[in-house]
């Protein structure tokens, strides 16, 4: 891993970086996801498509759902977060209304156009502060303590290796409607594009998938995990890891049909006062189809 100093840190995941930053790996140990009710839909009349979205830790059985971010309320703990879409004209569609159900929101989007939609849950940045105490131990502190003065949070006196990290999550998930067209992105935090197409995976096929950070491509080999739903089913996760090479590129060969999240993580060193590290993670549904 590159020193701290460097323009651009890779991060393998969102474990890691925990670890890493002498962290409690609960802070956010379960995976984020959103998920349609279909991925691939054909007909004359628009088409109704939800997406159910949760935070838990076992895929895709929801735990913690989320608020709309220009609804929240302060009495409401959810997290805050905005649905938007990419629609195959590359036009995007802003604060898509949803609902919070506790333990996961659900959205209700209606498709006009033929082609690719991209759906994305961007969810509220998080400001956290990371250090060592004087004997030794890690710990950290949430809150913009660094420049909004009424979110400050008191550091134990004499505490040293202190960071202050800008996390940033987006969930991601692709819809066709009346066959697929070229994919917009978002070119905002991190995202994961095909050499093919997101709705056209296979089992027994694979896939070649390339990181992009703000839309540069990752130039820096990259950990990512790649696991399948239904894992409160089986007593094995079955994560599948792999490694991007220096350009971003990482391939997949499908092994069974059904949903998966890919999940990974990356770091740059911030150029945003107060802030030395901005965090992102990706999280990315999609469905592979059978033989």
Same mark, same amino acid.
């Given at each position: 891993?590159?020193?701290?100093?460097?323009?651009?840190?890779?991060?393998?995941?969102?474990?890691?970086?925990?670890?890493?930053?002498?962290?409690?790996?609960?802070?956010?140990?379960?995976?984020?996801?959103?998920?349609?009710?279909?991925?691939?839909?054909?007909?004359?009349?628009?088409?109704?498509?939800?997406?159910?979205?949760?935070?838990?830790?076992?895929?895709?059985?929801?735990?913690?759902?989320?608020?709309?971010?220009?609804?929240?309320?302060?009495?409401?703990?959810?997290?805050?977060?905005?649905?938007?879409?990419?629609?195959?004209?590359?036009?995007?569609?802003?604060?898509?209304?949803?609902?919070?159900?506790?333990?996961?929101?659900?959205?209700?989007?209606?498709?006009?156009?033929?082609?690719?939609?991209?759906?994305?849950?961007?969810?509220?940045?998080?400001?956290?502060?990371?250090?060592?105490?004087?004997?030794?131990?890690?710990?950290?502190?949430?809150?913009?303590?660094?420049?909004?003065?009424?979110?400050?949070?008191?550091?134990?006196?004499?505490?040293?290796?202190?960071?202050?990290?800008?996390?940033?999550?987006?969930?991601?998930?692709?819809?066709?409607?009346? +066959?697929? /067209? @070229?994919?917009?992105?978002?070119?905002?935090?991190? #995202?994961?594009? !095909?050499? =093919?197409?997101?709705? *056209?995976?296979?089992? +027994?096929? /694979? @896939?070649?998938?390339?990181?992009?950070?703000?839309? #540069?491509?990752? !130039?820096? =080999?990259?950990?990512? *995990?790649?696991?399948? +739903?239904? /894992?409160?089913?089986?007593?094995?996760?079955?994560?599948?890891?792999?490694?991007?090479?220096?350009?971003?590129?990482?391939?997949?060969?499908?092994?069974?049909?059904?949903?998966?999240?890919?999940?990974?993580?990356?770091?740059?060193?911030?150029?945003?006062?107060?802030?030395?590290?901005?965090?992102?993670?990706?999280?990315?549904?999609?469905?592979?189809?059978?033989?």
């Amino acid at each position: 891993m590159k020193n701290l100093t460097s323009q651009r840190i890779k991060v393998t995941s969102v474990a890691a970086l925990l670890l890493i930053q002498g962290l409690s790996q609960t802070a956010w140990a379960h995976a984020r996801w959103i998920v349609p009710s279909h991925t691939s839909l054909t007909g004359e009349k628009s088409h109704t498509v939800t997406v159910d979205m949760s935070i838990s830790n076992d895929l895709f059985s929801p735990t913690h759902g989320f608020m709309m971010r220009s609804n929240k309320d302060s009495k409401v703990r959810a997290t805050p977060a905005e649905l938007v879409m990419l629609t195959p004209d590359n036009k995007a569609t802003k604060d898509i209304p949803f609902t919070n159900f506790d333990i996961k929101s659900v959205g209700k989007i209606k498709l006009t156009q033929s082609g690719t939609h991209h759906i994305r849950l961007q969810q509220s940045a998080v400001y956290y502060t990371t250090y060592t105490k004087p004997d030794g131990s890690k710990g950290r502190a949430f809150g913009k303590s660094y420049f909004v003065p009424n979110e400050a949070v008191e550091l134990p006196k004499d505490a040293t290796q202190i960071k202050h990290v800008k996390y940033m999550p987006t969930l991601d998930t692709y819809v066709s409607r009346n +066959g697929m /067209t @070229t994919t917009a992105y978002f070119n905002q935090g991190l #995202e994961i594009k !095909t050499a =093919s197409h997101p709705n *056209d995976l296979f089992e +027994g096929e /694979t @896939t070649k998938f390339q990181l992009y950070v703000n839309g #540069e491509a990752i !130039t820096s =080999s990259t950990s990512i *995990d790649v696991v399948r +739903g239904g /894992t409160r089913e089986r007593n094995d996760r079955n994560i599948k890891s792999f490694t991007s090479d220096d350009s971003g590129w990482f391939e997949v060969t499908w092994k069974h049909p059904g949903m998966y999240l890919i999940e990974t993580e990356y770091s740059e060193q911030s150029t945003q006062k107060g802030i030395d590290l901005n965090t992102y993670s990706m999280f990315s549904t999609f469905e592979v189809n059978p033989a």
